[in-house]
């Protein structure tokens, strides 16, 4: 919080990004909040909350659907470009709006589903799904008072379409307790290609103090293959190998994003893994992916 009472963002190395930058939703709610792990380095950190759940798409075994899993199963996050306003493709639903093709308007369409119950009605909700002007979508994330669902339609939106003033919001809703809010919050990220984004998933994955929505970053980075991946997977599954750690889950995504990732750095977590019940058959199946040790000369 900044000395009037306003929210930080996460901050690049020469400021707060995004032209005029102001409050942006919380991790738990519609209140401000810091973004955790800013662009500039500074330590990650947590946002208070409880694991409680909403409404979650299940995908195949009953996982929630969205990143996808190094196994190709779970949804999928589309490959992002870089820049504000790129001109990304034109989203929104029925009547006046476009619906875009594929994956951005299979998710678009789940979005508009989940949010339009939250939204009650509101002549808002239809207005912001068929805005065309992005100042108008970013005066929603900087303006006090919205409602988190106005927020999250205009940080999906903006993403979709490139524009990097989305990047504080979409980051926190990753990190959201609703599941629901980080499926679509880590599509719009990887679709909006900000080269922030890697170092804030490594900050939320490793923050064991937001262990319990840790699953949808890790796949993120995963899915990203940037060079904060492989230690941030690392350092999330030796944390998962002490014994009675409930968050096996998120440890199982760690195996399958380091096979897929395939450094053979991740050999040795991988390894120890082995010995546990529940991350056995992930981390084996991650070995088998992984580079062949060089035989020593004979």
Excluded: K
Aim: hydrophobic share 40%.
């Amino acid at each position: 919080m900044g000395e009037d009472g306003s929210a930080q963002g996460v901050r690049g190395g020469s400021g707060t990004t995004g032209a005029g930058a102001g409050p942006v939703i919380g991790a738990d709610g519609g209140e401000p909040g810091r973004v955790p792990g800013g662009a500039d380095g500074g330590a990650p950190g947590g946002v208070p909350g409880t694991g409680r759940a909403n409404r979650t798409r299940r995908g195949p075994g009953g996982g929630v659907r969205g990143v996808r899993g190094a196994d190709g199963g779970g949804g999928q996050v589309a490959a992002g470009g870089a820049g504000r306003g790129r001109g990304g493709p034109a989203v929104g639903g029925e009547g006046d709006r476009t619906v875009p093709s594929g994956a951005d308007g299979e998710e678009l369409r789940s979005l508009t589903h989940r949010l339009g119950e939250e939204a009650g009605g509101s002549p808002e909700f239809e207005r912001l799904l068929g805005a065309r002007d992005p100042d108008e979508l970013a005066a929603v994330l900087t303006g006090p008072g919205r409602p988190l669902w106005a927020r999250e339609v205009a940080a999906f939106r903006l993403g979709l379409a490139g524009d990097r003033r989305a990047f504080e919001a979409l980051v926190l809703l990753l990190n959201h307790r609703d599941p629901e809010r980080c499926v679509s919050a880590a599509y719009a990220l990887a679709r909006l290609g900000d080269p922030r984004t890697p170092r804030a998933a490594a900050a939320l994955a490793t923050n064991e103090l937001r262990v319990a929505y840790a699953l949808l970053p890790v796949r993120l980075l995963t899915q990203l293959r940037a060079p904060e991946s492989v230690p941030a997977l690392v350092t999330v599954l030796e944390r998962r190998l002490a014994p009675g750690d409930p968050y096996w889950r998120v440890g199982v995504a760690c195996a399958e994003g380091l096979g897929a990732l395939g450094d053979p750095g991740a050999r040795p977590v991988l390894e120890a893994a082995c010995a546990h019940p529940r991350l056995a058959a992930a981390a084996v199946a991650a070995l088998r992916r992984l580079p062949r040790p060089a035989r020593p000369p004979s």
